[in-house]
């Protein structure tokens, strides 16, 4: 089993992301924490307002008897991937324990896993930290784990609660993330170092970089995704990718270091219809299948893109290239106004 090293404090940047989409549990679709798949025995959302460590809301898994003695009562679990040039992926949350076990118990009859679990066959990869009814209880702590032994691997994170048939506990879970950096981002710095600097080197290139995955969380492959830029008032297009089998894409475009709009648009293949679009930092979704940038930006690596289609049997993908809508009035500043296509890349046949 690897042995896993507190994370080191290090200097975000700028183009540094955050891998865990909705870590906080403050955003909902159908009353359930959005970016997570969730799984409960009693049909609980597993996100609530019962207990935080900020915002409004947290994750809440356990708090009930299990009668039937399942394995795993609740679970929330959500795809990652960490690139294979990733040089640090350092992953930390908060955590609550509340239970009405005996103080002076001494074996653990409720529990709350912390999992990688491998995404094509469903086994665990590594247990990263388990909670307990023996955990120290009603105050909140923090978990830190460097997570880059799992670079190229296409994984899901999971929160997976067992309860026994009485006295149960609460586990509670807020301010989930993953943050990775690569290489021409800020990288690790000292814990020391209490303000530390990030001097972005200077680039002419921009990478854009995220996933495409079903409402599941299974990754989608065949998505033909486009990068347009913004010449004069309309949209150009600079660049496409294909996602592979773990659903990740990767768009790049060369130019003039000057700082420049982009957008991103996703056409699911065959059996998929849009459902909605999340995006990283820097960028607006905008309704089913794009992102935009709310403001000019500089040469740099660019992640935390996500698209996300619902299978629907004998769905076929919309014809031609999608049109961006018009430039939104915020917060662009004039004299940006309704763009149209030009230079349109021929859209890939799935």
């Given at each position: 089993m690897p042995v896993l090293t507190p994370a080191k404090g290090y200097n975000a940047g700028d183009n540094c992301y955050n891998e865990v989409g909705n870590g906080g549990f403050e955003d909902f679709t159908n009353g359930k924490p959005r970016?997570?798949?969730?799984?409960?025995?009693?049909?609980?959302?597993?996100a609530d307002s019962t207990w935080f460590q900020s915002g409004h809301y947290g994750a809440y898994l356990g708090g009930y008897d299990d009668l039937n003695f399942r394995s795993i009562d609740d679970s929330?679990?959500?795809?990652?991937?960490?690139?294979?040039?990733a040089r640090s992926a350092d992953l930390s949350y908060a955590w609550y324990v509340h239970s009405e076990e005996s103080p002076s118990a001494t074996i653990p009859y409720d529990q709350l896993h912390i999992r990688l679990r491998d995404v094509a066959s469903g086994?665990?990869?590594?247990?990263?930290a388990t909670l307990s009814n023996l955990s120290p209880r009603d105050t909140w702590g923090t978990a830190h784990f460097n997570l880059l032994a799992y670079t190229g691997q296409g994984l899901h994170l999971a929160l997976e609660a067992d309860t026994d048939i009485s006295k149960p506990t609460s586990f509670f879970v807020d301010n989930l993330s993953l943050w990775i950096c690569r290489p021409g981002m800020a990288g690790p710095m000292p814990t020391e170092t209490p303000t530390?600097?990030?001097?972005?080197?200077?680039?002419?290139d921009w990478t854009f970089e995220g996933e495409v995955s079903a409402m599941g969380g299974s990754p989608i492959p065949a998505a033909n995704l486009t990068l347009y830029r913004a010449a004069g008032s309309a949209w150009q297009a600079v660049g496409s990718a294909m996602t592979g089998n773990?659903?990740?894409?990767?768009?790049?475009?060369?130019?003039?270091?000057?700082?420049?709009?982009?957008?991103?648009?996703?056409?699911?293949?065959?059996?998929?219809?849009?459902?909605?679009a999340?995006?990283?930092?820097?960028?607006l979704a905008l309704p089913g299948q794009m992102v935009i940038a709310v403001q000019p930006l500089p040469p740099g690596t660019y992640g935390g893109q996500r698209f996300v289609g619902l299978y629907v049997p004998h769905a076929t993908p919309l014809p031609g290239t999608p049109t961006p809508p018009p430039l939104p009035t915020l917060p662009l500043?004039?004299?940006?106004?309704?763009p149209t296509l030009v230079?349109?890349?021929?859209?890939?046949?799935?």
């Open positions: 970016w997570w798949t969730v799984s409960s025995a009693d049909a609980y959302p597993l929330l679990k959500q795809y990652i991937y960490i690139p294979t040039d086994n665990i990869v590594i247990e990263l530390p600097t990030y001097t972005p080197q200077p680039a002419t773990d659903g990740r894409f990767r768009l790049s475009y060369s130019g003039p270091p000057d700082p420049e709009w982009f957008l991103i648009l996703v056409q699911y293949p065959s059996g998929y219809t849009p459902a909605y999340q995006a990283g930092p820097h960028f500043p004039p004299p940006w106004a309704t230079s349109p890349l021929a859209t890939p046949t799935p």
